[in-house]
């Protein structure tokens, strides 16, 4: 199995909400990702996990929480978010997390978030 | 921070033009990578260079990256309607501590008219 998963493909939601992202990947990869990319601009990092453990947050509001239940495995918990956070959400993942990113990144399809 | 460049924004060819685009960053990179993301679809990996000076094929596309591992190029030679879609660069930090972090270019559309 050499693809990322995500789950679900849309997702429409109000901001009092409380919605999960799933990515899932089967490549045995250490280190997973959470992307945001809004039209026409290049994907902004947002979270990155190294074993298990989350090794970088790019200051994300915590009205996003990511959670890493195994190595195959990244949720991303989305609570009273912002019309602003409509986006498309990429996960990906890379076979280990070296100090300096010297491994390629497998991305999947995405999840495209619309918050009204 | 980190900073990568990349130009131009969009590039329109007619089929069978050739195409390049070009990052530059503003610090030393590690190393760099370069994505491409269809309409619709999700960013695909082609390449990695690492080296200083590298040079890398793949058919019809040409990856360099520079002497000084500040800058690199994609140059696709006959463009085919097959190559539309929006290619970054994506550079790994020198030195940092940053675990798999990778600092993207803007990117550059592509159009190939037929």
């Known amino acids: 199995d050499t693809e990322v998963t995500q789950t679900p493909k849309h997702l429409v939601m109000g901001m009092t909400n409380k919605k999960s992202l799933k990515c899932e990947q089967h490549?045995?990869?250490?280190?997973m990702y959470w992307y945001k990319q809004k039209a026409k601009k290049p994907p902004e990092l947002m979270f990155v996990?190294?074993?298990?453990?989350?090794?970088i947050n790019e200051s994300v509001p915590s009205r996003f929480s990511p959670e890493c239940p195994n190595s195959s495995l990244l949720n991303l918990h989305l609570h009273a978010l912002q019309p602003e956070d409509s986006a498309l959400y990429l996960c990906?993942?890379?076979?280990?997390?070296?100090?300096?990113?010297?491994?390629?990144?497998?991305f999947g399809p995405g999840t495209r978030l619309t918050v009204l | 921070g980190q900073q990568v460049m990349q130009i131009p924004q969009y590039q329109h060819v007619q089929e069978g033009e050739d195409f390049t685009t070009y990052c530059n960053s503003s610090?030393?990179?590690?190393?760099i990578q370069w994505y491409k993301q269809r309409p619709g679809g999700h960013p695909v990996f082609l390449i990695q260079?690492?080296?200083?000076?590298e040079v890398k094929k793949q058919k019809r596309l040409t990856f360099q990256f520079g002497e000084a591992k500040k800058n690199s190029s994609l140059h696709i030679t006959a463009t085919q309607t097959t190559d539309v879609g929006t290619y970054f660069c994506?550079?790994?930090?020198?030195?940092?501590?940053?675990?798999?972090?990778?600092?993207f270019g803007q990117g550059t559309i592509l159009t190939v008219h037929p």
């Open positions: 990906a993942s890379s076979p280990s997390p070296l100090r300096t990113g010297d491994n390629e990144q497998f």
């Open positions: 490549m045995g990869h250490r280190a």
């Open positions: 996990y190294s074993y298990e453990k989350l090794s």
């Open positions: 610090t030393t990179l590690s190393n």
């Open positions: 260079l690492v080296k200083s000076g």
């Open positions: 994506a550079g790994g930090n020198a030195g940092g501590t940053s675990y798999g972090k990778l600092t």
